[in-house]
C-alpha cells in the first residue's frame, strides 16, 4: 500500500483505499507500559499510576480496574474484544489485571516482554530462570 518496490499486498491496499489511513502516531511515553496505559485509557500515563517504568514479573500493581479501556467502550456499542501480543500492564495476585478483567473478551499472549523471569520463552533451552529479579515491586 505505500509502493513498495518487490511487494504486493492487494488486501491490505484494498483496506487503506477504503478506509482510514494513518500516518502519523504519538506515543505518550518512550517506554512500554506507560504507553500501553496511555493507548488503551486516552488519559496520560501518571494519571492513571503507570508511570514512569514498565511493570516487571514481581510488581503486585497493574492498570488500575477502575480505569476506563478502549475495550471496555467498545463492549457498550456491541463489539466482541481480543487482545494479541504482549500485555505488560501487570498481572496482580490471581491475574486481577490481565487484560480479562479490564475488557477484553480474549487474550492470547505473554503478560510481560518474552525475556522477563518466570515468562522466559526458552530462546536457550534447559536454562534455568531462577536468577533474582533486580527490580523490586514497583
Known amino acids: 500500500y505505500t509502493g513498495h518496490p518487490t511487494t504486493s499486498s492487494p488486501h491490505?491496499?484494498?483496506?487503506?483505499r477504503n478506509?482510514?489511513?494513518?500516518?502519523?502516531?504519538?506515543?505518550?511515553?518512550?517506554?512500554?507500559?506507560?504507553s500501553r496505559a496511555t493507548l488503551?485509557?486516552?488519559r496520560h500515563s501518571v494519571?492513571?499510576?503507570?508511570?514512569?517504568?514498565?511493570?516487571?514479573?514481581p510488581s503486585l500493581h497493574g492498570?488500575?480496574?477502575?480505569?476506563?479501556?478502549?475495550?471496555?467502550?467498545?463492549?457498550?456499542q456491541g463489539y466482541r474484544t481480543g487482545i494479541v501480543g504482549k500485555w505488560h500492564l501487570g498481572v496482580g495476585p490471581g491475574g486481577q489485571y490481565l487484560p480479562t478483567q479490564?475488557?477484553?473478551?480474549t487474550y492470547l499472549g505473554i503478560?510481560?516482554?518474552?525475556?522477563?523471569?518466570?515468562?522466559?520463552?526458552?530462546?536457550?533451552?534447559?536454562?534455568?530462570?531462577?536468577?533474582?529479579?533486580?527490580?523490586k515491586d514497583t
Open 63 to 76: 492498570l488500575p480496574l477502575e480505569e476506563v479501556t478502549l475495550a471496555e467502550l467498545l463492549k457498550e
Open 111 to 135: 503478560p510481560y516482554s518474552h525475556d522477563m523471569c518466570p515468562f522466559v520463552l526458552g530462546c536457550y533451552p534447559g536454562e534455568a530462570c531462577d536468577a533474582p529479579s533486580p527490580h
Open 12 to 16: 491490505v491496499d484494498k483496506l487503506a
Open 40 to 42: 488503551l485509557t486516552g
Open 102 to 105: 479490564q475488557g477484553f473478551d
Open 47 to 57: 494519571r492513571s499510576g503507570m508511570y514512569p517504568s514498565v511493570q516487571f514479573p
Open 19 to 34: 478506509g482510514k489511513v494513518f500516518t502519523q502516531f504519538y506515543a505518550g511515553s518512550p517506554v512500554c507500559t506507560p
